[in-house]
């Protein structure tokens, strides 16, 4: 684009003369150097400049964001096959956390307000002013992600483990002074805002470009491009989404100083106002690439404009209203749930209007009219993975479906379909269409664009099967700590090997991007029209294009009457499906909503458990026919009717009994809020994992309750439970014969990669086994030595200061199920390094065995932990299991 | 004899056209979806909780390609 004449009747402000002047200096400097020159556009207008400089650094985020997710799989994959982890739990989380957060912000929605940007300049042939304001918003914008990575040390080691690592989900009050164990540096709140004030700037500037046209065309306008009423919608949704989160961060920021009301449950609300926005402002990004690009490819209007239009009104009505279906298991009024998933059911209908508009464009396309590169290959993945992940999206939003999917893998691989398959798919499809006009230059090599879109298929594809199969074995998402089943195991690697060829295989585009600029031939675009431009430039995409890029005259044949027919046949199929399915699900939806939000009315002789979820263990404090109060341990009896009612502590935790014979437990426990669940124990007396499955910090696949189930009266042994496979609860931990065990534990201080620990089985009498924690286990990511010193051989050094015993006891405890403790029949102080022998003469019964109460962890290497760094702290269970002794 | 015959499709004209390729995205696309969700068939509330979503998404997808189908061209 070249630079247009501006009409100057009077200087503009000094200080903008003062910027002009300095960025006039610095350009002039830099485009000496080709390098400089070529990557970032320095001899071009200042439109195209600095879209190129969004370019750039959404690429950097995005390898940045990439390479971070290798903090967390690698280390997955590690534990999946018993190698040494090398990253701390922080380390960890961090990554995992950042991975989302840049992917997101810095690579997906900066790429797709430089994209949107340029693309409305150009299309609607304005003059961009506002040069500063356009800049200001890009600088915010990235600072606000360096402000969201969080302080690091330089000196005297390196340390960036003090990432604010809120991530992408929001588990209010996770990360606030004074209410949380885990604190993040105030950081993090500053990035937030920030960020909202940067692409607020972004969105007043389209506004003003938007109103600059409307006024230059004012009465010559009969329609809008129909991508342009997306466009729009994203003006819109970007306000209305990005004020939400300001207004939270700016409430967390307040509380963070002590300053204001606290309302974990109301903040989460408010916070997923933007969180649900957000995924469809980024969602815009293949809707508009369809829109825009697939009439021009097949060289005729859309298939129905009015069917466009409504489709824009009403998902831009719809979007902004959707927040409570990302919190269905916490304790909201029912009628808000229920309206709710009614709600996101009809935002359905905007999707299915674009889609089949979209579709019916290309019909009447002949083969030869076609042609399929790479901009056409791109959109047709987005397609498929739209219907991939978009059709899981009315899973997800049944209410009493989601009790089964919340927070498992499957919401990863949905997630991911979206995210991948769908909008960055059709991102690419973008790129490959306007990429060369920023360039001015013609796509390189189109064997280099058809490799990256085959192994880029291939990649996110597998990956999302394999968080799929994860998910419906009930695998937690962003979980280190798993059950290492065959099956897990290998899903886990195979999960592994599709992140690196997703990876891989943007090497093939950043070569292609890289020869383009410094070896393309160069985009000469005179005498041609906009629709002919992109065609040509995608044509650059093809290794031998045979379909002319000219526009052709299109005489309309099929009257409007007639396709609007087919239109409206199809939205009142639509309509009549999501009627009967909210008829269907709502019974179900409101029971299980007013479960969670109101006490059970339980029967006789029912349990009742008071649960609070403490960073990183519950608290159980049970009454009825079993009193007790314990630590990750939860006793009824078989078939029993348990009535739960829960709460947490610093952050917001999540109870999870993942049966498969039996209907799942998932209830989001909130600080400050209480959540209910009535549901009747297994009928087989056994031993039943219950993972917190929030993820509240970076010990959370430590926190892991067991419900042990004892038999209605007298013993019972475990046969049963082994043989039906422990009702399909995955995490249940696995069944051994007491006498002769050797557990060993490993880096995470879990006995044989297991939490609980192994259920050990013996016959009344002397049981006797052993235990072993090796030297080697110790290290910065166990919780057992609290050394979190820069030096490497810290932890080692403290074993060796005190004998290499800690102040802590192993031992196995009768649990008493009248008097509600339990009882020590033997133990001794925690070795490390030493062989350690376990006897005791047992009757019938059930014991816990190990260390049985919380291990206090602080994270605070060489001193750094402050209030504006951040700091971490917790209570870990982890050396712990069952012993059942029967006949 | 003698008359001049219809003219037949180019042959770069012949063969799979882009609206049944997409077509076939839409169903590959759909039939994913299906499979993730009815891959929670051994859950004992999935008749109840899940089943109807899950049939009136495949419903959908049947009205869709048939409709679609029957539709009349963007010509």
């Not at chain 1, 503009?12 to 020159?37: C, G, H, M, N």
């Not at chain 1, 606000?144 to 969080?150: A, F, P, Q, R, T």
């Not at chain 1, 010193?789 to 200061?801: I, K, V």
């Amino acid at each position: 684009m070249a630079e247009q004449p501006v009409a100057v009747f009077q200087p503009p402000p000094a200080v903008v003369r003062f910027f002009d002047r300095t960025e006039e200096a610095i350009r002039s400097r830099l485009a000496k150097l080709t390098f400089f020159q070529r990557v970032f556009q320095l001899d071009r207008d200042w439109m195209t400049r600095i879209t190129m400089l969004m370019v750039v650094a959404s690429v950097f985020w995005g390898i940045v964001g990439a390479f971070d997710i290798f903090g967390f799989q690698p280390q997955v994959t590690a534990f999946a096959l018993g190698q040494p982890l090398h990253l701390s739990n922080q380390a960890i989380y961090s990554s995992l956390t950042l991975h989302g957060i840049r992917m997101l912000f810095g690579f997906a929605q900066q790429l797709e307000l430089a994209l949107f940007g340029i693309i409305f300049v150009t299309a609607f042939g304005l003059t961009p002013r506002h040069k500063w304001a356009y800049y200001l918003s890009v600088i915010l914008f990235n600072l606000s992600l360096v402000l969201m990575e969080g302080p690091f040390y330089l000196y005297p080691q390196f340390n960036d483990s003090y990432f604010p690592a809120l991530g992408w989900y929001f588990y209010s009050p996770l990360g606030i002074r004074g209410l949380s164990a885990y604190i993040a540096s105030p950081l993090w709140y500053f990035g937030w805002i920030a960020l909202c004030v940067a692409v607020l700037i972004w969105a007043a500037w389209m506004v003003v470009h938007f109103l600059d046209w409307w006024r230059s065309h004012r009465g010559q306008v009969r329609r809008i491009p129909p991508f342009a009423l997306f466009v729009i919608a994203l003006v819109v949704l970007i306000p209305l989404s990005y004020v939400t989160v300001l207004a939270s961060s700016t409430w967390d920021l307040f509380n963070y100083f002590g300053v204001g009301p606290v309302n974990p449950l109301i903040n989460q609300v408010l916070f997923w106002f933007f969180g649900h926005g957000f995924v469809y402002i980024l969602f815009l990004i293949p809707i508009t690439a369809f829109y825009f690009l697939v009439p021009i490819f097949a060289k005729r209007p859309v298939y129905s404009y009015r069917a466009a239009v409504a489709a824009a009104v009403i998902f831009t009505v719809l979007t902004p209203v959707l927040s409570i279906h990302h919190l269905y298991l916490t304790p909201v009024p029912p009628w808000s749930a229920w309206l709710t998933m009614t709600l996101t059911f009809l935002i359905v209908i905007p999707s299915a209007i674009t889609f089949f508009t979209v579709w019916m464009t290309t019909k009447g396309v002949k083969k030869g009219e076609w042609q399929w590169n790479a901009v056409t290959l791109f959109l047709l993945l987005s397609f498929a993975g739209t219907m991939a992940g978009g059709l899981t999206g009315p899973d997800n939003n049944t209410l009493s479906f989601d009790i089964d999917l919340h927070n498992t893998m499957f919401i990863v691989s949905h997630f991911h379909a979206i995210a991948l398959l769908s909008i960055a798919a059709g991102g690419f499809a973008v790129v490959y269409a306007a990429f060369p006009l920023l360039a001015g230059r013609l796509w390189y090599s189109p064997r280099l664009a058809q490799a990256h879109f085959v192994s880029t298929a291939i990649g996110w594809s597998g990956l999302v099967m394999f968080m799929d199969l994860l998910g419906s074995d009930g695998i937690l998402r962003r979980s280190l700590i798993f059950p290492l089943t065959p099956a897990v195991v290998n899903d886990q690697v195979w999960l592994t090997v599709f992140v690196i060829v997703s990876i891989g295989a943007q090497v093939f585009f950043a070569a292609n991007v890289l020869l383009t600029l410094f070896k393309g031939e160069l985009l000469t675009v005179q005498g041609l029209s906009l629709d002919e431009i992109v065609r040509k430039m995608a044509q650059s995409t093809h290794p031998k294009p045979t379909v002319p890029i000219s526009d052709e005259k299109f005489v309309r044949r099929a009257p409007r009457a007639r396709r609007e027919g087919a239109e409206r046949a199809w939205i009142t199929v639509v309509v009549v499906l999501i009627l009967g399915v909210i008829v269907a699900t709502s019974p179900l939806t409101l029971s299980d909503s007013t479960t969670i939000g109101t006490p059970a009315d339980p029967p006789a002789g029912s349990e009742y458990l008071s649960l609070v979820n403490y960073q990183y263990y519950w608290g159980v404090q049970e009454s009825g026919p079993i009193v007790g109060s314990f630590s990750d341990v939860m006793v009824v009896h078989a078939g029993q009717w348990v009535a739960v009612n829960a709460t947490a502590q610093g952050a917001t935790g999540g109870f999870y009994l993942p049966f498969r014979n039996l209907p799942v437990v998932d209830i989001q426990v909130i600080p400050d809020a209480m959540s209910y669940w009535l549901f009747q124990a297994p009928p087989v007396p056994g031993v039943y994992a219950a993972p917190d499955s929030e993820y509240n910090g970076p010990w959370f696949g430590q926190d892991m309750a067991a419900l042990v189930v004892l038999p209605d009266t007298g013993t019972s042994s475990l046969a049963s439970y082994q043989s039906s496979g422990g009702e399909g609860d995955i995490y249940n931990p696995p069944v051994m014969a007491a006498n002769g065990a050797f557990l060993i534990a490993d880096q995470e201080g879990l006995f044989d990669n297991s939490v609980p620990g192994p259920t050990l089985t013996a016959t009344p009498g002397t049981v006797s086994f052993q235990y072993y924690i090796p030297t080697s286990s110790i290290g910065v990511d166990n919780y057992l030595v609290n050394v979190t010193s820069t030096d490497p051989n810290g932890q080692l050094n403290y074993l060796a200061a005190h004998n290499y015993t800690l102040p802590y006891h192993l031992g196995i405890y009768a649990i008493n199920t009248t008097e509600g403790d339990l009882v020590p029949v033997t133990t001794q102080p925690l070795r490390i390094g030493s062989v350690l022998n376990e006897s005791a003469t047992l009757a019938a019964g059930v014991y816990v065995y190990g260390l049985v109460s919380p291990v206090p962890y602080v994270y605070n290497p060489a001193g750094e932990s402050t209030w504006m760094t951040g700091s971490q702290q917790g209570e870990i269970m982890g050396l712990w299991g069952i012993l059942w002794v029967s006949p | 004899m003698g008359e001049p015959m219809s003219k037949g499709a180019e042959p770069a004209d012949r063969g799979i056209t882009p609206f049944v390729w997409f077509g076939v995205a839409i169903v590959v696309g759909a039939v994913w979806a299906l499979f993730m969700g009815l891959s929670y068939y051994n859950v004992p509330t999935f008749t109840t909780s899940a089943l109807p979503t899950i049939a009136g998404v495949a419903v959908a997808v049947v009205a869709f390609l048939a409709i679609g189908a029957w539709a009349p061209a963007n010509e």
